[in-house]
């Protein structure tokens, strides 16, 4: 086999990877009005004491990632006041603000600083702007 063709085989297998990886759980979408709250559920739940979940915050046009919880604790204190983890490992988000949309992602540490168990639980929260 030449090198082109070795390399279009990996770049295959690579996109075949990458797509199992995110079609574990589908991306939920969640719609709410600007000044209302929202319950972003997490999806991949490992310890129902929540010790394993964390969430991350993507703003999509900025691309920059915030952890918004680890353990099961409200780490950001941007948005502490605004923010909380529900006995389900689920993220309530009060008092939403237009730029609170963007990608939410749920995820399992089963060891503190360990890797990630499973995939992304993922949602997608749209702030609908009011009237
Ligand atoms: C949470 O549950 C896990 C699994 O049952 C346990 O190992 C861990 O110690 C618990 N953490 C806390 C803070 O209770």
Same mark, same amino acid.
């Given at each position: 086999?030449?090198?082109?063709?070795?390399?279009?085989?990996?770049?295959?297998?690579?996109?075949?990877?990458?797509?199992?990886?995110?079609?574990?759980?589908?991306?939920?979408?969640?719609?709410?009005?600007?000044?209302?709250?929202?319950?972003?559920?997490?999806?991949?739940?490992?310890?129902?004491?929540?010790?394993?979940?964390?969430w991350?915050?993507?703003?999509?046009?900025?691309?920059?990632?915030?952890? *918004?919880v680890? &353990? #099961?604790?409200?780490?950001?204190?941007?948005?502490?006041?605004? @923010?909380? /983890?529900? %006995?389900?490992?689920?993220?309530?988000?009060?008092?939403?603000?237009?730029?609170?949309?963007?990608?939410?992602?749920?995820?399992?540490? *089963?060891?503190? &600083? #360990?890797?990630?168990?499973?995939?992304?639980?993922?949602?997608? @929260?749209? /702030?609908? %702007?009011?009237?």
């Amino acid at each position: 086999m030449n090198n082109s063709k070795l390399t279009a085989l990996l770049l295959l297998l690579i996109t075949a990877h990458l797509y199992t990886g995110v079609s574990a759980y589908d991306t939920v979408g969640v719609y709410s009005p600007v000044g209302d709250h929202a319950t972003l559920q997490c999806a991949n739940v490992v310890h129902p004491n929540c010790s394993s979940t964390t969430w991350n915050y993507e703003n999509r046009g900025s691309r920059s990632v915030t952890e *918004l919880v680890a &353990d #099961g604790k409200v780490t950001d204190p941007q948005r502490a006041e605004r @923010l909380r /983890v529900e %006995s389900d490992c689920s993220l309530h988000i009060s008092d939403l603000h237009p730029e609170d949309a963007g990608l939410y992602t749920c995820r399992q540490y *089963l060891i503190e &600083d #360990g890797s990630q168990h499973g995939e992304d639980a993922p949602v997608l @929260l749209s /702030v609908l %702007s009011s009237k």
